[in-house]
Nanobody
């Protein structure tokens, strides 16, 4: 079992910045992809950004140029630096980690951290 703990959400004015963190813990696992998703009230969950074990990144068009995803493999952590925040970025942000425990694949989700951007 892999547990994810997220932090860094909060309330910020439009144009401000926040940095989200997510750390994975558990026994004898290896991580492949790490990602951040978000879900606003009444909307479907959407991919914000993802990063592979090799460092290849992928971003939603709506956040390109404003958000940066990074990871620290030694700490089993993934980060999301969010700059130039807009009210439409308001959502619950969830960390997602995919990897293996032995031969078995796992797909874990964090509990979510709320980001609220005021206009």
């Amino acid at each position: 079992q892999v547990q994810l703990v997220e932090s860094g959400g909060g309330l910020v004015q439009a144009g401000g910045s926040l940095r989200l963190s997510c750390t994975a813990s558990g026994r004898l696992f290896s991580i492949n992809a790490m990602a951040w998703y978000r879900q606003a009230p009444g909307k479907q969950r959407e991919l914000v950004a993802a990063i592979t074990s090799g460092g290849t990144t992928n971003y939603a068009d709506s956040v390109k140029g404003r958000f940066t995803i990074s990871r620290d493999n030694a700490k089993n952590a993934v980060y999301l630096q969010m700059n130039s925040l807009k009210p439409e970025d308001t959502a619950a942000y969830h960390c997602n980690v995919v990897g293996r425990i032995g031969a078995a694949r796992f797909d874990s989700w964090g509990q979510g951290t709320q980001v609220t951007v005021s206009s």
